[in-house]
């Protein structure tokens, strides 16, 4: 075998691992039916359009636009952002890196903690992930706050998500499961159809859209 062979071989093999990658992170969010839906987000987004800025959502609107974004754009599970530490966070012009403590998913069996980055969306200020990061941060986390990590009590964060009515509270990924689902419910779905997860749908409107397999992959993990 060429040299030349052996590298198409191995670019092969490597296509087709991470193409497996993907559809197995679609197939472990997919929710549980045989309907096939396509998926119209138009409802949320005149939902979140509606809002002039953040300012004029509530604690709980702005919460839940936040999660869902979160799912929607970093393809973050809610136990990750359950996870985002903000002693850990970069804020500079354009983006926001974020850092996940010890996520859910594990490399060789050893839970690696993650940086996402958020890109600012400049065109459309009111679907702005990094515009609702800043402004969540200043309107609900802005205690500093040091709580035990959920499945090791002796790591210390201090977390983005808050309690509504208590900033100093943490939640778990139960409650922010039931804030982006409280975004996805306002699309029309077929009787007994249960709702996407975030995730999942962020990540299958992505490839509709044209974005390659392996970019959505790269961000996905």
């Known amino acids: 075998m060429t040299r ?4 198409l071989r191995k670019q092969s093999r490597y296509n087709y691992v991470q ?3 993907f559809f197995k992170i679609l197939r472990a969010n997919e929710p549980d039916t045989s309907t096939e839906v396509d998926l119209d987000l138009s409802p949320i987004i005149t939902y979140l359009r509606s809002f002039t800025n953040n300012e004029d959502m509530s604690a709980e609107e702005l919460t839940q636009r936040l999660c869902w974004l979160l799912g929607m754009r970093a393809f973050l599970r809610p136990s990750d952002t359950e996870r985002v530490d903000l002693n850990k966070r970069c804020v500079e012009e354009g983006f926001i890196s974020h850092h996940v403590v010890r996520p859910k998913e594990t490399s060789s069996g050893i839970h690696k903690s993650k940086s996402v980055i958020l890109r600012a969306h ?8 990094v515009q609702t990061f800043k402004d969540y941060v200043r309107r609900l986390a802005y205690t500093k706050a040091s709580f035990p990590h959920p499945t090791m009590s002796s790591l210390r964060y201090n977390p983005l998500i808050r309690h509504i009515k208590s900033p100093k509270v943490k939640v778990s990924s139960q409650r922010i499961s039931k804030h982006i689902a409280a975004i996805m419910s306002r699309v029309d779905f077929p009787p007994d159809y249960r709702l996407p997860k975030a995730r999942a749908a962020g990540s299958t409107h992505t490839a509709k859209n044209g974005v390659s397999v392996y970019d959505i992959v790269a961000q996905g993990n």
């Open 19 to 21: 193409e497996n990658k």
């Open 4 to 7: 030349s062979e052996a590298e």
């Open 122 to 129: 400049f065109l459309d200020r009111q679907l702005c992930p």
